[in-house]
């Protein structure tokens, strides 16, 4: 069977998470904007995010079902991506008939279904990146696939808040929705290659958790996903709070933002496999800790436009970098699984951190919930000699 270019295996990737990227586009910016316009508080957004994040906690058993089953012998990852791109773009032409000041639990639950769909074809795509991508391409396709999905954020974020405020909200959710369908062009056409013989299923391949590198390092990744994201999340109800910026003013912010991740990711991978790992992950803490402290003294919203991208160039560089170490840790038997695994592990991070971050606004307001996750950075270090002093005597 001719196997796919390098070139369309790319493209495919980088649309799968440019739809992704999308869609997160609006949880991890709008959402929060979206709800307080229904009279929810700080506290019930951080809770739906936290809720809606769930299925990226619970990818572990996406990835064991995808390692083991060929689901109708149309194989182990096309179909799972195929059904959680169809079931993301259904939930999204639904959603904005919800009145989550009124349904607060139909919205949790309608918010928790497309993420479910993202979680299923997010995994599958790891799994497949991981079946196809040779081991000096870690960096590289990571860089690609967070650099996708960022550009997503870019692309989608401005025109996502053009349209809820001089369209409409359901304009803005449908047009998700027909993003969400778009990588299926590619991935329909897309021909899944026959699993190798080290690729076959085994249970006692996840002994490699019994490892402290490898809980050290999925600790890291929950320490540096937890920390990022419950910054994120309240970037823009801080500048709308503190200095009255309007929805389509956010969506720029989150394309300055989105612009920074797209450097950092495309960036991320080749300065990584240069300076070596370790260092990498210093420099992502040291950018990390500075342009979320910094926000806590910010004074005026034209200050902020630099900031808010030093922190997306942190957040895309972070994330490649771990992406890649975790790439290249995952046994071939259980890819999926054991990605998804460092992956969830990661997202546990960011389900704690989405509802910690709205309770820290509610109480001791936004300058002060940005110094606390800043000083969460100094956590990370203690780690470091555990990753990688063990791996590079190994």
């Not at 436009?305 to 038997?333: H, Q």
């Not at 951190?353 to 606390?372: H, Q």
């Amino acid at each position: 069977m001719k196997q796919p270019s390098k070139f369309s295996r790319y493209s495919m990737f980088a649309l799968l998470y440019f739809a992704q990227g999308a869609v997160l586009s609006y949880f991890t910016a709008l959402n929060a904007i979206y709800l307080l316009s229904f009279g929810l508080s700080m506290s019930q957004i951080g809770l739906i995010s936290g809720i809606a994040l769930t299925p990226f906690v619970l990818k572990i058993f996406l990835g064991i079902l995808s390692d083991r089953v060929n689901l109708l012998k149309f194989g182990h990852r096309k179909p799972y991506i195929i059904m959680g791109l169809i079931l993301q773009a259904v939930c999204l032409v639904i959603v904005p008939f919800i009145n989550p000041g009124k349904d607060f639990a139909l919205y949790g639950l309608m918010a928790f279904l497309v993420m479910t769909g993202m979680a299923l074809y997010d995994t599958t795509t790891d799994g497949l990146a991981l079946d196809t991508t040779p081991e000096n391409e870690a960096g590289k396709i990571q860089g690609i696939m967070v650099g996708g999905r960022a550009m997503g954020v870019v692309v989608l974020s401005s025109l996502i808040g053009v349209l809820a405020q001089k369209v409409s909200w359901t304009a803005a959710f449908w047009l998700l929705a027909i993003l969400s369908l778009i990588p299926l062009i590619l991935v329909v056409g897309f021909k899944e290659p026959p699993r190798r013989p080290e690729q076959k299923f085994e249970w006692k391949a996840f002994e490699a958790f019994k490892h402290w590198p490898i809980i050290a390092l999925g600790l890291l990744g929950a320490l540096y996903s937890l920390i990022i994201n419950a910054a994120n999340e309240i970037i823009n109800p801080f500048l709308q709070s503190s200095f009255g910026i309007s929805v389509m003013m956010a969506g720029f912010f989150t394309t300055v933002w989105g612009i920074g991740v797209v450097i950092g990711g495309i960036t991320g991978g080749p300065l990584t496999d240069k300076i070596g790992q370790r260092r990498a992950v210093e420099i992502a803490l040291m950018i990390s800790f500075i342009s979320v402290a910094i926000f806590s003294f910010t004074p005026t919203a034209s200050i902020a436009w630099p900031l808010v991208f030093i922190f997306g160039l942190a957040f895309g560089y972070y994330e490649t970098v771990y992406f890649a170490i975790s790439m290249r840790k995952s046994d071939p038997r259980i890819a999926a699984s054991m990605f998804s695994i460092l992956m969830a592990i990661a997202n546990i991070g960011t389900g704690v951190g989405l509802p910690i971050a709205g309770l820290l606004a509610d109480s001791v307001g936004y300058r002060w919930t940005f110094a606390i996750i800043a000083g969460l950075n100094l956590l990370a270090i203690p780690l470091l000699p555990s990753i990688f002093g063990r791996t590079k005597k190994s």
